[in-house]
């Protein structure tokens, strides 16, 4: 990991192209991101739980977190974010000493959410993961989620009001960005980047608009969030139905006739 590297990462949401940012769960996954030609590879925190046999929401052992960003970091030249969901702790000490090996690993980003935490308490996480950073002497790319839309927390206007509140105190924290999961209306959109003071972050889902439109609309960065590994572990469970039902593997066969040889690329 090298400043160069989280200032390139910085680079990636300025100006009016959206940072199309695929998100990956192991070495193999990202090394296949990077290759297809992303600027930037993230990985997704319950993808990278579910793999590991863990549910989302804070389970995954710290230590199974650090050994995959290394994995990723070691297999990819290109930038890599670290989704370490809320921290998984609330205790500002530990946070900062995670945020440390993530970077050590080789992260220049994180994602840190909210979720139903008070948003005061989530602030503060983000002035520490911030000074964390500044300890270890990168410049940190700290995307703050909120999940107020995500969560249901609030709805209509007082969702549109509670979100853009707590995008205004995780930046005055020190964020670098703002990830608000789940709206995909173009109106609520665009009201969204024009009100939140640093690059809005949008997650990919059916209904979602164009790069292009979401960058017309003022989105800074598009998340794939948990697409890949559904699109991945859902063709491998349909090849191996197949392949118990008659031994038949030419859906496997279907499904990897594009992979490269990963044992070529990773050696």
Known sequence: MSQSQADRFHALHKGSQVLVLPNAWDAASAALMADAGAAAVATSSAAVAWARGYADG???PVAALIDVVAGISRSISV????DIEGGYTDDFSELAETVKAVIGAGA??????DGRRDPDLHARKVAAARAAADQAGVN???NARTDVYLAGLAEGEAALDETLRRAALYAQAGASGIFVPLPIDETLLSTLAAGIPLPLNAMGRPGMPSAKRLGELGVRRLSSATGPFNAAYGAMLAGTRTFLESGDTT???AFGKDLPNLNARFG
């Open 108 to 113: 220049v980003g994180i994602n840190l959410e």
């Open 140 to 142: 940190l790319f700290i």
């Open 58 to 60: 804070d389970a995954l």
């Open 251 to 253: 859906g496997y066969a």
């Open 79 to 82: 930038p890599l974010s670290a």
